[in-house]
Structures are given as structure tokens and as C-alpha cells.
């Protein structure tokens, strides 16, 4: 009796310890199956189209060979890979020899990681967090402020691509080194202004600019024109309030267009006068104004496109002129005498 339930209980451990090693075997048999020959023939096509996918988003971003060839090597890896655990499988080979060849597929890209992996998350000098395009694009793994602080052009060129028709024309006459390079019949104003010439025989009536543009200059009293102010009554109102003076009979001998290469657009109104009353103040917040003669002023305290046409003017001719100015320094003129003033601009008096 004994022994007779000895042999049970030892026939059941060993149909225990056999269903054990089956199922082990068996869910060995799946693992391998499923980590890797399943695994390969279901992602394969997935992971190639990717990798495709990847590879021409890569080519519409500048800069950006070593990660195109790095796609490129990654999908030849997991090819390889992929062909040899076929091999395996068809030949019937030990199951270590897929893990082998996965391994090797791992090892290659890990050895030569900077052929293979040159993609980062974070911005390589400022350490601030790339986006998709960065990610995948762009050797210099870079945000998008410190790219367009290395490659500026790029940035220029980013700029004028969103730009509306207007705004290419505004740059266009920004970005102009010659007067002739500008559409002036399409060119306006961003600011418009006024100077008057007061002479009394041979002398002319200036002023020293206090601060503003052209601080440390010497001009005639002027000023901007105010929102529906007439061109004559802002001439008026500027002479009194620079120089404590009223005048009257103005004469317009000038009309100035200026381009700035930081954008700003000026147009001036100059006009010529015999006839002033008052008292002349000292100075005021802006200026200091003082009578000087004709023949003796210094051009050379005063905006470089005086000399052009100020001698024409002051001779009683109408002129028209045409500047471009990088801050203080003139690059470029063109100055016209003509019969009669252009007044395309503005309000008539």
C-alpha cells in the first residue's frame, strides 16, 4: 500500500516537473519568436517607411547631412539585422545565433555613436528644448534663436519669405545703397517734417540741436508736422516755439526725401522767409538758436546733404532731393533742381 502511493506521488511530481519544462520550452519558443523573427516580419515595413518618412522631412531642412546619413545608416543596421534572424530562422539555426546577430546590429550603432546618433532634445549653447524640426534637422543641433544668431542670412531670408508684397517693398527700399535702386513714386513717408530758413540780409537764422535726431547739429528751427496741421501752419508753430520768433510769407524752395537703412522714412518741407517778428529766446529744452552769416556757415556741424542744396536754395532755386542715411553718414544723393515743388505728399496749407 505504501508502496504503491510512493509510485503516485512520484508519477504526478513528474508530470508536474514535464508540464513544467513543455510549458518553459514553449514559452521560450515564443519569446524567441516573438522578440525577433515575428517581431521583424510585422515592424519591418513600419520601420522602413519611417525611416523614409524621416529621411525626406530631413532634406527640406538646411544643414542637415550628418543626420540624413545617420537615418540612412540606421535603416541599413535594422536591414541587415532584419535579413541574417530571416537567415537564421530559414536554416534552422540555434536560437542564440538571431540574439547574436541582434546584438551585433546594437553594437555597431553603439561603437560608432556619433555617426549614428548625432540627433539631441536639448540646444547645444543655450540648452533650451528643440523642437521636431530641430530634432530630426540641423548638424548644429541648435534652437531656433541661436541657428539665426550663427546663420543670419538665414534668418533675413525666413523674414522676406512671410513677408507681405508691402513689406518687401518697404524693405526693398531699406536694404537700397543707391537713390536710383528706390521706386520713390512708390516710396512714402513714415514721418514728415518742416524746416524755415529766416534770413535777414546775410544772415540766416539757425538753431544747435539739444537732443533728437541730428543732436549736436546745426539746422533751421523744424519740427513734425501734426495730425491734421497744414505743412505751413507746423513751420510757423516749430520757428515760434525754437525760437521765440513769428513768421509769416513762407516760401517753400525744397522738398527733401530721406531713406534711413534702419527703416525710418523722412520727408521734409523747406521753406525760405524775410519776415519774422519778436523777441529770439536764448534756448529752449531742444535747441539753442543764433544768427549766423550766409557765407560763413559751417557745413561741416550740419547733416551731409546740406551742402548739396542748401547753397541752391538759399540762391532763390527749387530743389528736389533724394538722400540715403545709415544713421548719421550719407551714402548716397541725388539732388534736382526744378521749377516747380513736388507736393504728392501731405496736406496742402
Same mark, same amino acid.
Given at each position: ?20 519544462? +513543455? ?8 519569446? /524567441? ?6 517581431? #521583424? ?15 525626406? !522631412? ?7 547631412? +550628418?543626420?540624413?546619413?545617420? &537615418? *540612412? ?18 536554416? &534552422? *539555426? ?10 551585433? =546590429? ?11 546618433? @548625432? ?5 547645444? /549653447? ?7 524640426? !530641430? ?37 526693398? #527700399? ?8 528706390? $521706386?520713390?513714386?512708390?516710396?512714402? @513717408? ?40 497744414? /505743412? ?28 534711413? /537703412? ?15 517778428? =519778436? ?31 542748401? @547753397? ?13 542715411? $545709415? ?5 548716397? &544723393?541725388?539732388?534736382?533742381? +526744378? ?11
Amino acid at each position: 500500500m505504501d508502496y504503491n502511493q510512493t509510485n503516485k506521488a512520484e508519477n504526478r511530481m513528474n508530470n508536474t516537473e514535464n508540464r513544467i519544462n +513543455s510549458l518553459f520550452r514553449y514559452s521560450l519558443t515564443c519569446y /524567441k519568436e516573438i522578440m525577433l523573427e515575428n517581431f #521583424f516580419n510585422e515592424f519591418f515595413s513600419w520601420i522602413m517607411l519611417f525611416v523614409i518618412l524621416l529621411n525626406i !522631412s530631413q532634406r527640406k531642412i538646411p544643414h542637415s547631412d +550628418s543626420k540624413r546619413k545617420a &537615418s *540612412l545608416l540606421i535603416a541599413v543596421d535594422f536591414l541587415v539585422v532584419y535579413v541574417l534572424v530571416i537567415l537564421c530562422a530559414t536554416f &534552422s *539555426l540555434p536560437s542564440w545565433t538571431e540574439w547574436g546577430c541582434l546584438a551585433l =546590429g546594437i553594437a555597431i550603432p553603439a561603437i560608432f555613436h556619433k555617426t549614428f546618433w @548625432p540627433f539631441r532634445v536639448h540646444c547645444r /549653447k543655450c540648452g533650451k528644448r528643440l523642437d521636431f524640426n !530641430s530634432m530630426i534637422g540641423g548638424d548644429d543641433n541648435l534652437c531656433k534663436d541661436c541657428y539665426y544668431e550663427k546663420y543670419p542670412e538665414e534668418k533675413k531670408a525666413e523674414e522676406e519669405k512671410n513677408m507681405t508684397p508691402q513689406e518687401k517693398l518697404e524693405r526693398s #527700399f531699406q536694404n537700397a545703397d543707391k537713390v536710383d535702386d528706390i $521706386d520713390w513714386d512708390r516710396w512714402e @513717408p513714415t514721418e514728415t517734417c518742416v524746416l524755415t530758413y529766416v534770413t535777414d540780409g546775410d544772415k540766416v537764422l539757425m538753431i544747435e540741436k539739444k537732443r533728437g535726431l541730428g543732436q549736436g547739429y546745426i539746422n533751421a528751427p523744424g519740427g513734425h508736422i501734426e495730425i491734421e496741421e497744414t /505743412k505751413i501752419e507746423a513751420a510757423i508753430r516749430e520757428t515760434k516755439e525754437e525760437t521765440g520768433l513769428d513768421v509769416g510769407d513762407l516760401e517753400e524752395r525744397a522738398v527733401l526725401r530721406f531713406q534711413f /537703412k534702419d527703416g525710418l522714412r523722412m520727408l521734409g518741407y523747406v521753406f525760405f522767409t524775410t519776415q519774422y517778428s =519778436g523777441t529770439m529766446i536764448e534756448e529752449c529744452e531742444e535747441t539753442k538758436p543764433f544768427w549766423t552769416d550766409i557765407k560763413t556757415l559751417d557745413y561741416s556741424a550740419m547733416w551731409e546733404d546740406d551742402r548739396l542744396w542748401l @547753397p541752391l536754395a538759399l540762391e532763390g532755386k527749387k530743389v528736389d532731393g533724394y538722400f540715403i542715411f $545709415d544713421d548719421l553718414a550719407m551714402i548716397d &544723393s541725388k539732388v534736382v533742381e +526744378s521749377e516747380e515743388i513736388e507736393n504728392e505728399y501731405g496736406r496742402e496749407e
